[in-house]
């Protein structure tokens, strides 16, 4: 099982669009995959339109107070990749284990591992905010993901989870950013261009995706639809551009065994 976390506290960084699409992506390989939506706004359930009263944050109470009766429950099914939703309520997180930092540090890690063992892949979509919920989200992560729009502004956000990922590496040596890889790119473009070998230069060349999510309004016209980009138009740049995504990751995770 790999865990794998979107994270950027920019918001409209694309993070939840590309959690989704690389779960489908993944699922559509072959892999038995998870997505959690671990974000107050809810934005999984949105982009796919699913409604369950049983969240994530239901699901770590029940857990922190040691009965979960039923975990299937929480579970949603759409097309092929089963998903565990959030929404507002799940911001209680912090003042719900207040000074008991512990249980909140490995919540999410023990979670996992006692409910969702059985998958491939997770894949965590975050708000990214530097808190302890997204503290508790690392401990469980192994590959973070970063995606930023090609503009200075957005990279204040990369900066934020660079900090805390590399505070939070010195507890679980597991965590790594995989990926930074740049989202709505204008290909064609100088300034892009520019943009994008500045970065390149600035990351190793492993953690800087030789892969951008083109600009593509199938990607919106997906999210208005409430699905996935491949069963939304299979054949468009963006189902290209996250297959590429993924098969990128998957040749990398094959050479590493
Ligand atoms: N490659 C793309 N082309 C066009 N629009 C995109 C693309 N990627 C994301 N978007 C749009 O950008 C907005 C922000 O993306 P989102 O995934 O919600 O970001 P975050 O979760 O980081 O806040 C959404 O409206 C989404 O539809
Ligand atoms: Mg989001």
């Known amino acids: 099982m790999k865990i794998l976390t979107f994270a950027n506290p920019k918001g409209g960084a694309g993070k939840t669009v590309s959690s989704i699409n690389f779960a489908y992506a993944l699922s559509r390989l072959g892999y038995k995959t998870l997505l959690i939506d671990t974000d107050p706004r809810g934005g999984v ?9 049983n969240t994530l944050f239901d699901l770590i109470k029940e857990y922190n107070e040691g009965f979960v009766e039923d975990v299937e429950k929480y579970i949603n099914h759409k097309n092929g990749v089963d998903v565990v939703i ?3 309520e799940i911001a209680k997180f912090d003042s719900y284990f ?25 894949v965590i979509d975050t708000e990214g905010t530097v808190n302890s919920l ?6 469980a992560t192994q590959d973070i993901f970063i ?10 956000g990369v900066r934020d989870i660079l900090g805390l990922s590399k505070n939070i590496s010195r507890q679980n040596a597991e965590l790594k950013i995989k990926k930074v890889f ?16 500045s970065l390149e230069s600035f990351f190793d060349e492993q953690q800087f995706s030789k892969v ?5 309004q199938d990607i919106i016209n997906a999210v208005n639809s409430q699905l996935d980009i ?28």
């Open 182 to 197: 740049l989202i709505r790119a204008k290909m064609n473009t100088i300034a892009f261009k520019e943009f994008q070998n």
């Open 134 to 139: 997204t503290a508790s989200i690392l401990y």
């Open 230 to 257: 491949f069963t939304y138009r299979n054949s468009s740049n963006g189902a290209i551009d996250y297959r590429n995504l993924v098969d990128e990751y998957i040749e990398e995770l094959q050479k590493e065994i």
């Open 86 to 88: 959030s929404d507002y």
């Open 212 to 216: 951008a999510i083109r600009e593509n």
């Open 147 to 156: 995606p930023t729009q090609a503009s200075n502004l957005d990279l204040t």
């Open 98 to 122: 207040d000074a008991d930092t512990v249980s909140a540090t490995f919540i999410m890690k023990n979670l996992v591992s006692e409910f969702f063992k059985e998958y491939d892949f997770i």
């Open 45 to 53: 359930s949105i982009c796919l339109g699913m409604e369950n009263e």
